[in-house]
Nanobody, 115 residues
């Protein structure tokens, strides 16, 4: 079992910044993928950014150049630095962990960007 605890969601104005954190605990495998997804009201959940334990990152086009995903393997924590926030970034952001064919999700943290 893996537990994911997210933090950092907040209300922020357009072009502001936030940093989300997701701490993983439990049976952590060294070879894993950690990622951030988001779901806006009335929309499907979408992948925002992913980071493999090998250091490969991937971003959805709409956040490239604004968001940065990073991890601290010693702390089993993944971060999402969000800069230049836009109202369309408003969503619940979910942490995702996958390893050995198992997938875990965090409870979600709300990010609201006001115009």
């Amino acid at each position: 079992q893996v537990q994911l605890v997210e933090s950092g969601g907040d209300l922020v104005q357009t072009v502001g910044s936030l940093r989300l954190s997701c701490a993983a605990s439990g049976s952590i495998f060294r070879g894993n993928v950690m990622a951030w997804y988001r779901q806006a009201p009335g929309k499907q959940r979408e992948l925002v950014a992913s980071d493999t334990s090998g250091g490969f990152t991937n971003y959805v086009d709409s956040v490239k150049g604004r968001f940065i995903i990073s991890r601290d393997n010693a702390k089993n924590t993944v971060y999402l630095q969000m800069n230049g926030l836009k109202p369309e970034d408003t969503a619940v952001y979910y942490c995702y962990y996958a390893a050995s064919a198992l997938v875990y999700w965090g409870q979600g943290t709300q990010v609201t960007v006001s115009s």
